[in-house]
């Protein structure tokens, strides 16, 4: 069984000059492979015009079972400085404007897959994503 707990910070701006956006998500997953470990809903919220907004979102997985799907995790509490786990982290932001009215209506819609390795010994120490995130 697998406990996880994890922040994750996005940075969101809005350039437009005229009109504001209305941002949704889909839940952010993290992913072993296949294995889903755990998964966080990034809160509602409406972006003004020429602004931007930093949002937190808890990720977190409780009592996950693993059955045997990350073997390098067995016995770990002696060598936990030498665990080396694979992750995505996965999500889609939509953003929604109203331009004139409610007579233009435009979606944006924009996928990340973020792949990193989770190590042992950078337990508990923030992981900067940028570099590691694909726009899809």
């Not at 994750?8 to 005229?18: G, Q």
């Not at 016995?75 to 004139?100: A, C, E, Q, W």
């Amino acid at each position: 069984m697998l406990s996880l707990n994890s922040t994750v910070t996005i940075s969101y701006r809005n350039l437009a000059a005229f009109y504001a956006f209305h941002v949704t998500s889909t839940p952010l997953e993290l992913h072993h492979f296949q294995l889903k470990l755990a998964s966080g809903k990034m809160e509602e919220f409406t972006q003004p015009r020429k602004s931007d907004r930093t949002v937190k979102t808890i990720v977190a997985g409780h009592q996950v079972p693993l059955y045997g799907g990350i073997p390098v995790l067995v016995d770990t509490r002696p060598h936990l400085n030498r665990i080396s786990v694979p992750l995505n982290l996965t999500f889609m932001v939509k953003s929604r404007t109203y331009i004139l009215g409610t007579m233009v209506k435009s979606k944006f819609y924009g996928g990340f897959i973020c792949s990193f390795t989770f190590k042992g010994n950078k337990l508990g120490e923030s992981l900067n994503l940028t570099d590691s995130c694909i726009y899809q």
